[in-house]
């Protein structure tokens, strides 16, 4: 088994999924949610992360296939679904402050846009299934190597996901309010990026 395969797979995937770039944006989606229920939002949204990266990587080459979607098309559904999300950050909650509102307490944004597109996304689907069909490597071994590398950087998110609290405390109320604001602008321009990727990915541009 060649270790530095798998040591390049997880910077790959770290890259990609980027966990450490997801804490802010974890305590932005969860912002007035109590603690306990944040857990249970973290751990919710990675584990349907990793069955969904794992089912892309066992068999994401050929659902696409049978479906008749591709990747590009793919990557393109993702943006336009993040870009949604974007709007919803940088202008909704404003909307529910001046009004005197409070973010709904049942919101749950486990599945999306956290398990996806932003733990499993376009992106991380077409690793995954890079990773699995890599030339140099194949077999039960290595598939499996793989899934467990996936598997060790979704537990990084998590991990981040924990730490929630303890930035929504460190920032303040007015410092989660000044970066959701900007994360609701990187995730817009997140978005097109996706959207221009797979136009790229037809061959238009």
Same mark, same amino acid.
């Given at each position: 088994?060649?270790?530095?395969?798998?040591?390049?797979a997880?910077?790959t995937?770290?890259?990609?999924?980027?966990?450490?770039?997801?804490?802010?944006?974890?305590? @932005? &989606?969860?912002?007035?949610? #109590?603690?306990?229920?944040? $857990? %249970?939002?973290?751990?919710? =949204?990675c584990?349907?992360?990793?069955?969904?990266?794992t089912?892309?990587?066992?068999?994401g080459?050929?659902?696409l296939?049978?479906?008749?979607?591709?990747m590009?098309?793919?990557?393109?559904?993702g943006?336009?679904?993040?870009?949604?999300? @974007? &709007?919803?950050?940088?202008? #909704?909650?404003?909307t529910? $402050? %001046?009004?005197?509102?409070? =973010?709904d307490?049942?919101h749950?944004?486990?599945?999306?846009?956290?398990?996806?597109?932003l733990?499993?996304?376009?992106?991380?689907?077409?690793?995954?299934?890079?990773?699995?069909?890599?030339?140099?490597?194949?077999?039960?071994?290595h598939?499996?190597?793989?899934?467990g590398?996936?598997?060790?950087?979704?537990?990084?998110?998590?991990v981040?996901f924990l730490?929630?609290?303890?930035?929504?405390?460190?920032?303040?109320?007015?410092?989660?309010i000044?970066?959701?604001r900007?994360?609701?602008m990187?995730?817009?321009?997140?978005?097109?990026?996706?959207?221009?990727?797979?136009?790229?990915?037809?061959?238009?541009?």
């Open positions: 088994m060649d270790l530095q395969l798998y040591v390049t997880f910077v995937l770290f890259v990609i999924i980027d966990p450490i770039a997801l804490a802010p944006l974890f305590v @932005a &989606l969860t912002q007035g949610i #109590e603690p306990v229920r944040r $857990r %249970r939002l973290a751990l919710r =949204a584990v349907i992360g990793i069955i969904l990266l089912l892309f990587g066992l068999l080459d050929k659902i296939a049978v479906i008749g979607i591709s590009p098309a793919f990557r393109i559904s943006g336009i679904l993040l870009f949604i999300t @974007a &709007l919803d950050m940088l202008f #909704e909650r404003r529910q $402050r %001046r009004e005197g509102q409070h =973010a307490p049942h749950d944004p486990s599945v999306f846009p956290l398990a996806t597109p733990i499993a996304g376009p992106g991380a689907f077409t690793t995954m299934i890079l990773l699995v069909n890599n030339s140099s490597a194949s077999g039960p071994a598939t499996l190597a793989i899934h590398v996936m598997i060790a950087v979704v537990a990084c998110s998590f981040f730490a929630a609290d303890l930035i929504e405390r460190a920032l303040g109320r007015t410092g989660v000044v970066i959701t900007l994360l609701g990187l995730l817009a321009a997140l978005s097109v990026q996706f959207v221009l990727d797979g136009i790229r990915g037809t061959g238009m541009i």
